[in-house]
Each structure stands twice: as structure tokens, then as C-alpha cells.
């Protein structure tokens, strides 16, 4: 799958269209196929089903995740969100991740309630809690358990981060995926 920071949610089993799909996240109710999301500072969000027959995953930076992948992943599942539970994997952390003012007034359009997620540094400067906002998200769409979101990328030496190591840092992979029954 091809990332671009956008809203885009592959629909991923046999019947899907060969190549690599330009999306930021990816459904599947095939067994035995993994999602795979890549990321170095921007949140991996992973999605199942209480009833095991769904997964997805988003890849939620600043873009994607003011644009809605959240939102359009959990509605690709097609069950009641109630029914899903979403995992946070490792991003940058509030304390790391500085914004300027374009980006905090993007999320205040959307949920003027998200100040919390924001915390000032300087003159039209802010650092902003990414995980929060993605959590804020998932319980406004009505997931019912929402679990991770604990590890700051930039601060913890044990994961990549593109803001802290630049052009030469690597990626990890989340996946996630149905067994075959």
C-alpha cells in the first residue's frame, strides 16, 4: 500500500484490484491476509472486530487523521462501531511534537472541544497530542475499547522517528490479520 498522508481505506481480499492501492489504510475480511501500516512518528491505528471476522489498519498522521481515515476505516469494517476495539501503536508524543498554528486551527474546526489536545510553546506554536486527538476521534465514532497509545517515537531511541533522525531513519511495521479458521 502506497501512503500519502491522506483518507484513503483499501478494501483488501480476492476480489481486490491488483497493484499497490494508494491509501492510508486497509480493511480486510479475508483470513490469512495481513495489513500492514508503516510509520516513523505518525500513529498506527489497528482495528478488530469482537467477533473476529474483520481487521483494518489506518495509518493516522496530522493530514490523514484531520481528513477522517479514522473515521472512513472504522465505517469500511461494517460493523457497529461498538463492536470494534482499536489499538494506538507508538507515535510522537505531545512533549515531542510541535505544531504550528495552520495545524491546531485544522482540528479545532472539527471538534472545538480538542483544545485539551493542544499545549502552547511560543507565539503561534503548540504541541500537539497526537494520540489524544485519534482517541478523541474513535470515542466520538462510538468504538467501544480503545487500548496503547503509551510510547513517544521521538523521545524512545527504540523506535524510528523521521522528526528526530531525519532522512535516514527507518519505518516499523504494524500488522494485523485474520487467522485461517
Known amino acids: 500500500m502506497q501512503q500519502v498522508h491522506g483518507c484513503e481505506v483499501a478494501l483488501v481480499g480476492a476480489a481486490s484490484v491488483s497493484g499497490e492501492p494508494v491509501a492510508d489504510a486497509a480493511v480486510t475480511r479475508e483470513p490469512g491476509r495481513s495489513l500492514a501500516i508503516l510509520t516513523a ?12 471476522e474483520v481487521v483494518g489498519a489506518a495509518h493516522a498522521g496530522w493530514r490523514g487523521l484531520a481528513a477522517g481515515v ?5 465505517a469500511a469494517m461494517g460493523v457497529p462501531p461498538a463492536r470494534v476495539v482499536a489499538w494506538l501503536g507508538p ?32 507565539p503561534g506554536h503548540w504541541l500537539c497530542d497526537l494520540a489524544g486527538l485519534a482517541r478523541r476521534t474513535l470515542q466520538a465514532v462510538g468504538v467501544g475499547r480503545i487500548d496503547g497509545g503509551g510510547f513517544d ?29
Open 41 to 52: 512518528d505518525c500513529l498506527p491505528v489497528l482495528f478488530c472486530d469482537l467477533a473476529g
Open 70 to 74: 479514522l473515521e472512513r476505516t472504522v
Open 91 to 122: 507515535c510522537i508524543g505531545a512533549p515531542s511534537y510541535e505544531i504550528g498554528q495552520e495545524v491546531r486551527e485544522t482540528f479545532l474546526a472539527r471538534d472545538a472541544d480538542c483544545v485539551s489536545c493542544f499545549a502552547p510553546t511560543r
Open 153 to 181: 517515537t521521538f523521545a524512545d531511541a527504540r523506535f524510528y522517528s523521521y522528526r528526530r533522525d531525519g532522512a535516514r531513519s527507518g519505518r516499523f511495521a504494524s500488522l494485523i490479520w485474520l487467522d485461517q479458521a
